[in-house]
């Protein structure tokens, strides 16, 4: 794997404006993160791999940068009470064994095929979990609203919860009883896309809300645990086999940091089905920016003889919808805690001039 890293995957070089984008896209996704739960990387590893960072190089970096980010959304968000520790760490768990396969499985398609290859992968396994997820999420979002902002717990995880299977378990934060090995599978799945697109909230946040019976609120928090147990783990795996790029971590972390404290503090102020339009129009976004990208990789590997320019212009233009994904997603939330704030404060200043 290092062979192939020095063949052609070497480190890019960052100019100024290169930094400075860097340090947006890690605000957007500290804001996204600690809004929705997701570790805000579906913005950040396509956002590294616009400025021409390897997959695995964004994954890796991502995913380092991911773990203290996470703790301290966890630890904000566990303040206003949303956040089940016990669940949290117990899909954590099965999550690191879904990283150091996914973790495999990245290594041998970067040996086989090198840095294109590697990076066709990750824009297609991208386009594949952003269009799917994105599309059930929104659908259920419009669902969520039409019933006056409701949520209801799906028949799905009502029949699961019913099944006694040892060993069962009881979570007090979320106040569900559940058995082991219908969370296992959501940790699995949440931890083979971290390390394959550095992105387990795809899975882990839509799989704690529809499979294991929590709401929106308390999954995109208790994510945010889940994030930072795998995280650390892979961290530590990738940077064996040099893949972690130390200057792209410190800076989207620097935006990261700031951002994700005011997602969390947004989240008090919104609606359950708000997170999920959030996360699904920016998912939608992503998809297509990502899907522009992929005729590069292919001519990359011989497989599209496609002219030059043409790819040059898509390339281009999915790093403008790339950006376009990061402003849509800071706008809808930082206006949904503005109104927040302000309905507030009418409410309370109604409050006091009635006594």
Not at 128 to 138: D, K, R
Not at 168 to 195: D, Q
Request: charged share 15%; proline share 2%; hydrophobic share 55%.
């Amino acid at each position: 794997m290092h062979d192939v890293l020095l063949d052609g995957s070497r480190f890019v070089d960052l100019s100024l404006t290169g930094v400075l984008f860097m340090f947006f896209v890690g605000f957007v996704g500290g804001l996204v993160s600690g809004f929705i739960g997701s570790g805000g990387a579906f913005v950040l590893t396509p956002g590294m791999m616009s400025l021409g960072v390897p997959g695995p190089v964004a994954v890796a970096s991502n995913m380092c940068h991911k773990f203290p980010k996470a703790l301290v959304g966890a630890l904000k968000r566990y303040k206003y009470g949303q956040v089940d520790i016990k669940m949290g760490l117990i899909i954590g768990i099965s999550a690191e064994v879904g990283v150091q396969i996914g973790i495999q499985v990245q290594k041998f398609i970067l040996e086989m095929w090198g840095a294109a290859g590697s990076n066709l992968y990750v824009s297609l396994a991208f386009v594949f979990v952003l269009v799917t997820v994105g599309s059930f999420v929104m659908k259920d979002a419009i669902a969520t609203k039409r019933n006056g902002g409701e949520e209801k717990v799906t028949d799905l995880a009502k029949k699961l919860q019913s099944i006694e299977l040892w060993p069962m378990m009881t979570f007090k934060g979320s106040n569900i009883r559940i058995s082991f090995w219908f969370t296992a599978p959501v940790g699995l799945a949440a931890g083979l896309l971290a390390a394959t697109i550095a992105v387990g909230g795809f899975a882990g946040v839509p799989g704690m809300i529809y499979i294991i019976g929590m709401s929106s609120l308390m999954a995109s928090a208790t994510e945010l645990v889940v994030a930072f147990v795998m995280g650390l783990g892979g961290t530590l795996i990738w940077a064996f086999y040099g893949m972690v790029d130390i200057r792209l971590t410190l800076i989207i972390l620097a935006g990261s940091l700031f951002g994700v404290q005011l997602g969390a503090i947004g989240t008090t102020y919104v609606k359950d089905y708000v997170i999920k339009y959030v996360m699904a129009t920016i998912m939608l976004i992503v998809a297509f920016s990502r899907g522009l990208a992929i005729p590069k990789y292919l001519k990359q590997l011989e497989v599209l003889n496609w002219d030059a320019g043409l790819i040059s212009s898509m390339s281009k233009t999915s790093f403008g919808l790339m950006c376009f994904a990061l402003g849509v997603g800071a706008f809808i939330i930082l206006k949904s805690m503005i109104m927040g704030r302000r309905q507030e404060r009418k409410m309370a200043m109604a409050a006091g001039s009635n006594v």
